[in-house]
């Protein structure tokens, strides 16, 4: 498989030099300059793809193409948002680009409550805590019958976290899970914009009515607009899992398990219509045997992200170390190699080691703890060629 790394444009702190000095072979990367819903233009993405071969590596994924809400939620502008996406796509294949991840999230893409939880070793990486999401749930947002979906004795623990949590700490958690871990990436919510809770409490409200069918419809609608385009140039859509692979602020998730998948496989039935295959987001549901789901999938998977999560009581997360954790990768990359073998893969959210919490890098995403995920991964990667020889 092909060793990736997702690199944030030109503005990214990590540079392409220090990269191919690592053994990265190819870039994932995207215009982040681009707001949402607005057309890539040819010469943008050739310019981004010469200054990436200019380093001696190539573009080999796009992530991400971002899906437009009103695409996701039906507006009226849906067409011409798909108009415009239509032209973006065009716009790639000509350019030679053929892997695009995506995701169809509603409002918010990725969630966790730390983004700097402290390990005994020294190390610091993403955590996911349910009370402490369920304190943003139903206290900060104030979100209409949020309470209805949570156990009475996460309430109670609610309730005792209200009598202590400080203005700052709140401050933080609404920093966290809807600002940091969304800004950077087209999200809807950036830095600097001014009372995110009710913006984010107006982009949830555009959902109340919209369930699981009806989102799922809105998908198919999406994929079959694309896909002649798709024909057309060769290119594989590769939409992600949903980050926790459960249901959340009362949105609908439709990427979650193996029936979710295989609906959407089998909705539009096209070889390009296919799965970035994340062992990271499928292991947090403990619905997901991320092994044979790779089984099952791995014909339709363009695109592999390469993490591991570990399931804690009372339904907290943590990313485990890359060789541990439901994720399985070792098997992973067994079965990959052997049926699937030329797929770019990417290590993912990789602690922050060796001086990286200092530098600024986006949340999850560390030049040495990636390093060292890379180089586990790509150890893994040499012995499975070694045995099959």
């Given at each position: 498989?092909?060793?990736?790394?997702?690199?944030?444009?030109?503005?990214?702190?990590?540079?392409?030099?220090?990269?191919?000095?690592?053994?990265?072979?190819?870039?994932?990367?995207?215009?982040?300059?681009?707001?949402?819903?607005?057309?890539?233009?040819?010469?943008?993405?050739?310019?981004?793809?010469?200054?990436?071969?200019?380093?001696?590596?190539?573009?080999?994924?796009?992530?991400?193409?971002?899906?437009?809400?009103?695409?996701?939620?039906?507006?009226?502008?849906?067409?011409?948002?798909?108009?415009?996406?239509?032209?973006?796509?065009?716009?790639?294949?000509?350019?030679?680009?053929?892997?695009?991840?995506?995701?169809?999230?509603?409002?918010?893409?990725?969630?966790?409550?730390?983004?700097?939880?402290?390990?005994?070793?020294?190390?610091?990486?993403?955590?996911?805590?349910?009370?402490?999401?369920?304190?943003?749930?139903?206290?900060?947002?104030?979100?209409?019958?949020?309470?209805?979906?949570?156990?009475?004795?996460?309430?109670?623990?609610?309730?005792?976290?209200?009598?202590?949590?400080?203005?700052?700490?709140?401050?933080?958690?609404?920093?966290?899970?809807?600002?940091?871990?969304?800004?950077?990436?087209n999200g809807n919510i950036?830095?600097?914009?001014?009372?995110?809770?009710?913006?984010?409490?107006?982009?949830?409200?555009?959902?109340?009515?919209?369930?699981?069918?009806?989102?799922?419809?809105?998908?198919?609608?999406?994929?079959?607009?694309?896909?002649p385009v798709c024909e057309?140039?060769?290119?594989?859509?590769?939409?992600?899992?949903?980050?926790?692979?459960?249901?959340?602020?009362?949105?609908?998730?439709?990427?979650?398990?193996?029936?979710?998948?295989?609906?959407?496989?089998?909705?539009?039935?096209?070889?390009?219509?296919?799965?970035?295959?994340?062992?990271?987001?499928?292991?947090?549901?403990?619905?997901?045997?991320?092994?044979?789901?790779?089984?099952?999938?791995?014909?339709?998977?363009?695109?592999?992200?390469?993490?591991?999560?570990?399931?804690?009581?009372?339904?907290?997360?943590?990313?485990?170390?890359?060789?541990?954790?439901?994720?399985?990768?070792?098997?992973?990359?067994?079965?990959?190699?052997?049926?699937?073998?030329?797929?770019?893969?990417?290590?993912?959210?990789?602690?922050?080691?060796?001086?990286?919490?200092?530098?600024?890098?986006?949340?999850?995403?560390?030049?040495?703890?990636?390093?060292?995920?890379?180089?586990?991964?790509?150890?893994?990667?040499?012995?499975?060629?070694?045995?099959?020889?």
């Amino acid at each position: 498989m092909e060793k990736t790394w997702r690199w944030f444009g030109k503005k990214d702190k990590i540079r392409l030099s220090m990269l191919r000095e690592i053994g990265v072979e190819g870039i994932v990367s995207a215009l982040h300059d681009v707001p949402n819903g607005e057309i890539w233009t040819e010469e943008a993405i050739l310019d981004l793809k010469k200054y990436i071969e200019d380093s001696g590596l190539r573009w080999s994924v796009v992530e991400s193409l971002p899906v437009s809400e009103g695409i996701k939620n039906n507006a009226p502008n849906r067409d011409k948002l798909i108009d415009n996406y239509i032209v973006s796509l065009e716009n790639l294949g000509k350019s030679g680009l053929k892997t695009i991840c995506y995701n169809f999230m509603p409002v918010i893409d990725w969630i966790r409550t730390d983004l700097e939880y402290k390990l005994e070793d020294g190390t610091s990486t993403l955590f996911f805590d349910k009370i402490k999401f369920a304190y943003f749930d139903i206290i900060i947002l104030n979100r209409k019958d949020a309470d209805k979906e949570y156990s009475n004795i996460e309430l109670e623990k609610v309730y005792e976290l209200d009598k202590t949590i400080t203005a700052a700490e709140k401050e933080q958690l609404i920093d966290t899970i809807i600002v940091k871990t969304q800004g950077f990436i087209n999200g809807n919510i950036k830095a600097g914009d001014l009372n995110p809770v009710a913006k984010f409490n107006t982009l949830l409200a555009v959902y109340d009515k919209i369930d699981k069918n009806e989102l799922r419809e809105n998908l198919r609608y999406f994929l079959n607009r694309i896909m002649p385009v798709c024909e057309q140039y060769g290119i594989n859509m590769c939409i992600h899992p949903d980050d926790p692979p459960f249901q959340m602020l009362g949105l609908p998730r439709i990427v979650t398990n193996e029936e979710d998948i295989q609906w959407i496989l089998d909705a539009v039935d096209n070889p390009h219509n296919g799965l970035t295959f994340c062992a990271g987001s499928l292991s947090t549901g403990m619905q997901n045997n991320v092994p044979d789901l790779a089984r099952k999938f791995a014909s339709r998977t363009h695109f592999l992200h390469l993490r591991s999560t570990e399931t804690l009581e009372g339904g907290n997360f943590i990313e485990a170390p890359h060789l541990e954790g439901r994720g399985h990768l070792i098997e992973l990359v067994n079965l990959f190699e052997t049926v699937n073998p030329k797929l770019p893969m990417r290590v993912d959210h990789g602690r922050m080691m060796l001086g990286d919490q200092d530098k600024g890098y986006n949340p999850g995403y560390s030049f040495h703890g990636r390093m060292y995920a890379l180089a586990q991964i790509d150890g893994v990667i040499a012995t499975v060629k070694h045995l099959k020889k």
